[in-house]
């Protein structure tokens, strides 16, 4: 997994999103899915934790979690969304189980607007028809 936290930063930088996605996307489930889900968040959190052995960013983080849970079959979703922040538009990337996100709370992430959703096979899924933000 810490070979894929250092090669996923090169790779967004050489693959536009979408065709990064599909490319992470990997099944191999060879213990049962809740616990070795359970293993992969552990990691993720140990290397983008605290003390931090990699810089928190949160497309990197969450691209890592994405596949290492697929590989899992735990079913992820990667969504990207935006919110208007004070110096114009926010971004932030975030993995979700069962519409749980994974890293964060659901608080946290209250002000961000889904603008993609990656779900199996590294797909993008349509998005629900949302109001126009005020």
Same mark, same amino acid.
């Given at each position: 997994?810490?070979?894929?936290?250092?090669?996923?930063?090169?790779?967004?930088?050489?693959?536009?999103? *979408?065709?990064?996605?599909?490319?992470?996307?990997?099944?191999?489930?060879?213990?049962?899915?809740?616990?070795?889900?359970?293993?992969?968040?552990?990691?993720?959190?140990?290397?983008?934790?605290?003390?931090?052995?990699?810089?928190?960013?949160?497309?990197?983080?969450?691209?890592?979690?994405?596949?290492?849970?697929?590989?899992?079959?735990?079913?992820?979703?990667?969504?990207?969304?935006?919110?208007?922040?004070?110096?114009?538009? #926010?971004?932030?990337?975030?993995?979700?189980?069962?519409? #749980? *996100?994974?890293?964060?709370?659901?608080?946290?992430?209250?002000?961000?607007?889904?603008?993609?959703?990656?779900?199996?096979?590294?797909?993008?899924?349509?998005?629900?028809?949302?109001?126009?933000?005020?």
């Amino acid at each position: 997994m810490i070979a894929w936290a250092l090669v996923i930063p090169v790779l967004a930088r050489l693959f536009p999103l *979408p065709s990064l996605v599909r490319r992470l996307w990997h099944e191999q489930a060879s213990e049962p899915q809740e616990r070795r889900a359970e293993r992969v968040l552990t990691l993720a959190r140990a290397i983008y934790g605290r003390r931090r052995p990699l810089r928190d960013n949160c497309l990197f983080r969450s691209l890592l979690t994405y596949r290492f849970l697929a590989e899992a079959s735990a079913d992820p979703r990667l969504v990207v969304g935006v919110r208007r922040g004070t110096g114009g538009i #926010d971004g932030h990337v975030w993995v979700t189980l069962r519409e #749980d *996100p994974v890293h964060e709370s659901s608080a946290s992430l209250a002000e961000f607007r889904p603008v993609l959703i990656f779900g199996p096979l590294g797909r993008a899924e349509p998005l629900e028809e949302l109001p126009p933000s005020e």
